[in-house]
Every structure is written in structure tokens, then in C-alpha cells.
């Protein structure tokens, strides 16, 4: 096996991904490991450049006009020292009418300072589709800063969807920063759904503006805070054209010393326009809660099923 | 000795009396019907025994199977063997009807997928069609009632009360919750179902009837019933409830 091989297995091993799927010829993958592409497989359609940069890989990813690409392309970005830096430029074109579902695992599971940020600017061409499920694995220490930024441009009919989630470890520091412009009958989904715990600090910040006529945009976070965790979550949607709609929905759960907070701005200039907001913070649902005890279970492993679903 | 024994009960909200040292026993392996207008105070008494958040700070005394259970927590009543059905079940987020039907059921019992699965055919719910899906606003509300009920049937507790049981469901539905309700007393559960419908109160085999936080007549389910229908529902709170005058009616 060499190094690039084994970093490979290391790095998708900790995010529990099946090695076999880096065999198949149907599936497309992307795994970087620090500054280093360790592993790497295109499909017919999809056109992925890399560059080394200073602590890590600028990535320029194209999809054809008009192509599906079947399976989920398999995207992994890890450390597995404990300390380092790991920078990603991502810069991605969908093409009119291509679709595309990436599921990007990110992994740092020995994390005591490591620094991952992520750049991305992203453009989905007229009906085009772009789902992206970001999972990531961290340590236990909470050493983990996780710094991702994209700004999306979203075309007419096209469809950007985007799912973050914490599955396995402690936050340490997140601080998400994505901002989306959305043109006629196009489609926005935001979801973030992160667990806090310690003195993990979670930001986010989601703007997105409903520029085009018909044009629906869905930020929705989720966040449990526990011990001293502190989370501050900023939503923002604007809808300017008519018939755009918009809801932003931000639930936040608190236990012990948490601290959470949520600045919701919702905006609409055009008088055909419509937005909802929806926030709720603090302990969790009263009647969740009795209706679960009354089933016989414990306060706390009411509460560990309510928000355990609320990340799902 | 009743299952359960409630004496001189009285709840304050506020300042305002809303359970008037209320008195009953219920009775192991029958079924009861606690019967009233709307405000009678039947929900408030029943949040009283179960404990629930706001409905705790009574005065007298509740004994469950001879216990005093009026300090307990609720999660510490249900594991005595009480469980509550909400008049409007609560919705969440993300549970499934698997892990919500299954909640109650102990972690010693090694056939959960089998009592769950059963519980859901009790009230009409096809397992394969439900059983991923999430307990949240998308079911509609007589289905989440029916998926009360199922958790309730599947944790199978000793005392069951039932709040409104008929609200939100359909005819045929209803008679679905009715044959639920049999096989429960057919398994030997007490059951207390809180209802102003005729239809629900026929299937008790005793009544408590109450009315401006009081039980003004305990009896059996088809004395009180007829009282009811010709002098509660045309009243409905207007007179104050004379006591004397309705015992002297019913029996
Ligand atoms: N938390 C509360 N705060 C103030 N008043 C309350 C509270 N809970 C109940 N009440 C009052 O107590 C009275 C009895 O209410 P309860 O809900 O027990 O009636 P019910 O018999 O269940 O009626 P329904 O058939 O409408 O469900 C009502 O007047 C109600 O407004
Ligand atoms: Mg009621």
C-alpha cells in the first residue's frame, strides 16, 4: 500500500464509509487528506481539477450540461494529525439541466487544534440540481475549528439543496457563513443540524435572497446546546419578486449552562412576496416531554429522544 | 380497594377552584367513564393523577394501588403503571412512529417490533405504512390520536386514562378504538376514559359525573348516562350543580 493508499483508508475509515465504494467505476470520489489528493475518480460528465495550495487543494468541479450523475459523489476531506491547518477552495459550475448529489464527509478524529476552512463559490446554471449533505466526524477533545463559507448562485428552475450535520464527536468551533442568490422558480434549502456539548461554540450565519419570481427559499437550523456551550444562529431572507416565498425556521435547544441566541431578519420588497419565521429557544417542548414520561421514560431520556430527533 | 383511590382532592389555578375536594375509586379491570360538560374539570383531574406540569400542587391525597403517588414525579407514576392519552397528542420532530409507539415499552421485552406492530393493528394502522414515518404535523390529527392510543396499548400499563378517545376520529375508525378499548379490558387493564359523547360513555362499565370541578354522582355508566343527556348537556353550567337533586335523579 502506498502512503497516499493508506492515508485514503485512514481518512474514510474514521467517517465509516465502505472502502468499496472507491472500487466502483459508477461511483465518483474525491478524498483529500491536509494538502494532499489521495484519491481521486471522475464519471462521464463531471470534471474535477485539482491544485495544491499552500495547507491545501483548491478544487474546480464542473458537471456537463445536461448530465445526471447517478450516484452520490463521494467527497472526503480529513486530517488525521492532531494539529493543523486544512484549507479547500471549492469552486463548482453546474451546468443548465445537470444534477448532482455530493456527499462530502469531513474527519478529524484525533483533533486537538486543527483548522479546517472551506472557500467555496458555487453556480448552478439554469435547471440545474446541486445537493450537498456535508457529515462530519470530529474528536472528542473539541479541537476542531470548522470555517466554511460559500456563496451560491442559484439559476432560473435550479434546485440548491445543503445539509450539515455533526454526527460523531464534539463541535469545538463551527462558524458557517453561506449566503445564496436565488433567480426565477428556483429552489433554496439551508439545513444545519449540529450538536453542542462542552464549551463548543457553534455560528451560523445563512442569508439568502429571493430574487426571482417564484422563487422558495427554506433556511431551517437546528441546534442542541448542553453544559457551556454557546450558539448563535443569524438567518437572513429577503424576497424580492413576486410570488417568492420564503420561511426561515430556527429551533434551539438549551440544557444546563447552554447559551443560545437567534437573529432572524426576514425582508420583503415586493408587495406579491411572502415570508414566515419561526423560532423557538430554550428547553424543550413541555408536552413532548410529559406525553414521553408519562410512557414511563426518565426525564433525561425523554429529552435525549426529543432532541435526538430534532437532529435527525 | 380501588386501583386507584382519589380523597379530597381540590386544585387551585390562580386562585380560582377548579377540583372541589373530589372523592373517587376506580375499580381493577373495569372501565369508567368520567363524564361532563366542557369546563367540568374532567382533563384538570385527570393531569392531577397522571402529575402533569401546572396540575401538581393538590391538595388530598391519590393512592395507586394502595401507594401514595401525589409526590411523585410523573415518568415515577408511569412506571407505577399509570399512562395518560391527551385529549390533543403532542407532535414532534423526527420521532418515528417506531420509536414513539416503542417508548414506553421495557427494555427487558425482546419482541418491541412485534408489540409495536400489534399495537398499531389495534387501532387500524397498517405497520409497513407508518411505522418510518415521523410523529409530526404532517400526520393528521385523528392519526396521531390513533398513534396515542397504539403507544398506550403497547406499553400496557395496569391504569390507562384516556382523554376524549372519540375526538377527531372517524366513524369507522371509531369503531375500531372501540374494539381497542374492549381487548383492553379483556387484558385486564383499568381504564378511565374522559368523554362527553354518549357513544364512549356506553362502553363503561361505571361513571363518575362531574361538573364545576365536583363529582356530583358515581354510579354505573347506564344510570348516569341517561341523567346526563336530559339534564347536563341542557344545563351546560347554567344552574349551579345541586348534588342532592341529581342522586335522588339517578338512583
Ligand atoms: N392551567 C389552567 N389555568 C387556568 N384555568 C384552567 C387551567 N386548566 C384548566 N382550567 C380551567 O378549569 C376548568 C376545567 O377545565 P378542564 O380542561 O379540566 O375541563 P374539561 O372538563 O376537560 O372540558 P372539555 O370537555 O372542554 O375538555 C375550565 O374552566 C378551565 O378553563
Ligand atoms: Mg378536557
Known amino acids: 500500500m502506498s502512503a497516499d493508499q493508506r492515508l485514503a483508508s485512514e ?131 473539541g479541537g476542531v475549528q470548522v470555517i466554511p463559507k460559500a456563496k451560491i448562485h442559484v439559476g432560473k428552475h435550479a434546485r440548491y439543496i445543503t445539509d450539515f450535520e455533526l454526527l460523531k464527536g464534539r463541535v469545538g468551533l463551527i462558524d458557517i457563513d453561506y449566503e445564496t442568490t436565488c433567480e426565477e422558480k428556483s429552489t433554496l434549502e439551508m439545513n444545519a443540524r449540529i450538536n453542542a456539548t462542552h464549551e463548543d461554540k457553534v455560528k451560523i450565519r445563512e442569508i439568502g435572497h429571493l430574487n426571482g419570481a417564484h422563487s422558495r427559499g427554506v433556511l431551517l437550523s437546528r441546534v442542541a446546546v448542553r453544559d457551556q456551550a454557546e450558539a448563535e444562529v443569524y438567518s437572513e431572507l429577503t424576497a424580492s419578486a413576486p410570488y417568492a416565498r420564503g420561511h ?52 433525561d431520556d425523554a429529552t435525549d429522544l426529543i432532541i435526538q430527533g430534532l437532529l435527525k | 380497594m380501588g386501583l386507584l383511590e382519589v380523597k379530597n382532592l381540590s386544585l387551585h389555578i390562580n386562585g380560582k377552584h377548579i377540583l372541589r375536594d373530589v372523592t373517587l375509586d376506580v375499580w381493577r379491570g373495569h372501565i369508567h367513564a368520567l363524564v361532563g360538560t366542557n369546563g367540568a374539570g374532567k382533563s384538570t383531574l385527570a393531569s392531577a393523577i397522571m402529575g402533569l406540569e401546572g396540575y401538581r400542587e393538590v391538595t388530598g391525597k391519590i393512592y395507586f ?121 379483556e387484558r385486564g387493564t383499568t381504564v378511565l376514559l374522559i368523554t362527553h359523547s354518549l357513544a364512549v360513555m356506553r362502553q363503561a362499565d361505571h361513571a363518575f359525573l362531574m361538573c364545576d370541578g365536583q363529582i356530583i354522582e358515581k354510579n354505573t355508566a347506564d344510570k348516569i348516562i341517561p341523567y346526563f343527556e336530559q339534564n347536563c348537556i341542557p344545563c351546560n353550567h347554567k344552574n349551579k350543580p345541586d348534588i342532592e337533586r341529581a342522586r335522588e335523579a339517578i338512583e
Open chain 2, 65 to 185: 394501588k394502595g401507594e401514595r403517588i401525589d409526590d411523585l414525579s410523573i415518568d415515577q407514576r408511569a412506571q407505577k403503571g399509570i399512562t395518560f392519552g391527551w385529549q390533543e397528542p403532542a407532535r414532534y420532530e423526527g420521532i418515528s412512529v417506531n420509536d414513539f409507539v416503542g417508548a414506553g415499552i421495557s427494555n427487558d421485552e425482546n419482541d418491541k417490533e412485534a408489540i409495536i406492530a400489534d399495537a398499531l393493528q389495534q387501532v387500524g394502522m397498517k405497520p409497513d405504512d407508518y411505522l418510518t414515518r415521523a410523529v409530526d404535523e404532517t400526520l393528521s390529527g385523528g392519526e396521531r390520536k390513533k398513534i396515542e392510543l397504539a403507544s398506550i396499548i403497547a406499553m400496557n400499563p395496569p391504569f390507562i386514562m384516556l382523554d376524549e378517545p372519540d375526538s377527531g376520529i372517524d366513524v369507522a375508525t371509531l369503531e375500531r378504538m372501540a374494539d381497542a378499548i374492549k381487548l383492553l379490558k
Open chain 1, 248 to 299: 426561515v425556521d430556527c429551533k434551539e435547544i438549551v440544557q444546563d449552562d447552554g447559551i443560545v441566541s437567534a437573529i432572524p431578519i426576514v425582508k420583503v420588497n415586493h408587495p406579491k412576496a411572502h415570508i414566515t419565521h419561526e423560532a423557538s429557544l430554550g428547553s424543550v417542548d413541555s408536552k413532548q416531554l410529559q406525553t414521553l414520561m408519562a410512557r414511563g421514560l426518565s426525564e
Open chain 1, 11 to 141: 481518512i474514510t475509515g474514521s467517517a465509516g464509509i465502505e472502502s468499496d465504494m472507491f472500487k466502483r467505476k459508477d461511483i465518483a470520489h474525491l478524498l483529500i487528506h491536509h494538502d494532499n489528493v489521495v484519491g481521486m475518480h471522475a464519471v462521464d460528465g463531471l470534471e474535477i481539477k485539482t491544485k495544491k495550495i499552500k495547507d491545501g487543494v483548491k478544487i474546480d468541479l464542473r458537471l456537463k450540461e445536461g448530465t445526471t450523475v447517478k450516484n452520490p459523489v463521494q467527497m472526503c476531506f480529513g486530517m488525521m494529525p492532531k494539529k493543523g491547518l486544512q484549507h479547500i477552495v471549492l469552486n463548482a459550475v453546474i451546468e443548465k439541466d445537470a444534477h448532482i448529489n455530493i456527499l462530502a464527509h469531513c474527519t478529524f478524529p484525533n483533533a486537538i487544534d486543527v483548522k479546517h476552512v472551506m472557500d467555496a463559490e458555487l453556480t448552478l446554471e439554469e435547471n440545474a440540481s446541486y445537493k450537498y449533505y456535508e457529515r462530519h466526524v470530529h474528536s472528542d477533545k
